[in-house]
């Protein structure tokens, strides 16, 4: 069944409002996936925050065009799925990893981010990014630890001195 206009318009619209506000996108071949398994993905991809959309590749070259995914329309060939990530870059990529290691009929071909179109090879990159509460605990762990080592400085002395103390008192009770 083909769509009227007034439907491909629409999921041009959709597509390209996602676009345009994602942070990262994965085109990946899903041939071969029964309807229970892109049910499973869209599922894990719900929880995660990811939209994941099977778009004809000529809408889909419309729908990217003028965003920064842009970059995407020369590896959009043959029957893919469009997966964006919208808060967190890394949140599609590790949804197609994950789910691609029980479902080798889900293939990426090609990632972007940044504005710039990466192989599918980089996809483990991608999903090991941290999300952001990760991100900002690291960077809260990197402004204290300054202040817990000159802490742990000045306490030491007064700590050495009380080992001491007690070693003399364990001595002196021994003998």
């Known amino acids: 069944m083909s769509l009227t206009l007034e439907q491909k318009q629409s ?7 996602v676009a345009s506000t994602a942070q990262a996108a994965i085109a990946a071949e899903y041939a071969g996936l ?3 398994q892109m049910t499973a993905l869209r599922v894990q991809a719900r929880a995660a925050g990811v939209f994941v959309k099977v778009v004809k590749n000529t809408l889909a070259r419309r729908a990217v065009a003028g965003t920064a995914f842009e970059c995407l329309t020369e590896k959009l ?3 893919l799925l469009l997966v964006f990530s919208a808060e967190d870059p890394g949140a599609g990529a590790r949804v197609v990893r994950d789910f691609a290691k029980d479902n080798q009929k889900l293939v ?3 990632i972007a981010f940044g504005g710039q179109v990466r192989g599918p090879e980089d996809l483990q990159a991608l ?3 941290p999300t952001l509460d990760e991100a900002r ?3 809260l762990g990197m402004f204290q630890a300054p202040a817990s080592q000159l802490v742990r400085t000045l306490a030491e002395p007064g700590a050495a001195f009380v080992r001491v103390l007690a070693a ?3 001595q002196q009770q021994a003998a």
């Open 137 to 139: 605990a690291r960077l």
């Open 34 to 36: 029964s309807v229970a």
């Open 77 to 79: 060939a043959g029957p």
């Open 108 to 110: 990426p071909v090609a």
């Open 168 to 170: 003399y008192r364990d």
């Open 127 to 129: 999903a090991t990014l």
């Open 11 to 17: 999921i041009v619209a959709e597509v390209n409002a």
